[in-house]
């Protein structure tokens, strides 16, 4: 059984920073790709950023660019996601998930991701 487990969100005020954390565990994380997505009250759940498995590729939402970085420790099973300059649209559940396919069309859709974690709260203050 996979699970995942998000940690690292909070209340902050709008320009400052937050590092999202998720734990992953039940299969073989260096082989599998890893995704953040988001979801704000009434809106559709969006893609953020995704990470291969190597994590030579990564891909990030235009929204996003330039501000916030995923990454990755294979050694330690855990992806991150760094936010800097945080805007009260950034407020929202962010989710981490993990598929077995990855290009820079497959990355920002939540169909091929086939495991989330429950997701922690963001929520930047004006």
């Known amino acids: 059984q996979v699970q995942l487990v998000e940690s690292g969100g909070g209340l902050v005020q709008t320009g400052g920073s937050l590092r999202l954390s998720c734990a992953a565990s039940?299969?073989?994380?260096?082989?599998?790709?890893m995704g953040w997505f988001r979801q704000a009250p009434g809106k559709e759940r969006e893609f953020v950023a995704a990470?291969?498995?190597?994590?030579?590729?990564?891909n990030y939402a235009d929204s996003v660019k330039g501000r916030f970085t995923i990454s990755r420790d294979n050694a330690k099973n855990m992806v991150y996601l760094q936010m800097n300059n945080l805007k009260p649209e950034d407020t929202a559940v962010y989710y981490c998930?993990?598929?077995?396919?990855?290009?820079?069309?497959?990355?920002?859709?939540?169909?091929?991701?086939?495991?989330w974690g429950q997701g922690t709260q963001v929520t930047v203050s004006s």
């Open positions: 998930a993990t598929t077995s396919q990855y290009s820079d069309s497959l990355a920002m859709r939540t169909r091929p991701y086939d495991y």
């Open positions: 039940g299969r073989t994380f260096s082989s599998y790709h």
């Open positions: 990470i291969s498995s190597s994590g030579r590729s990564t």
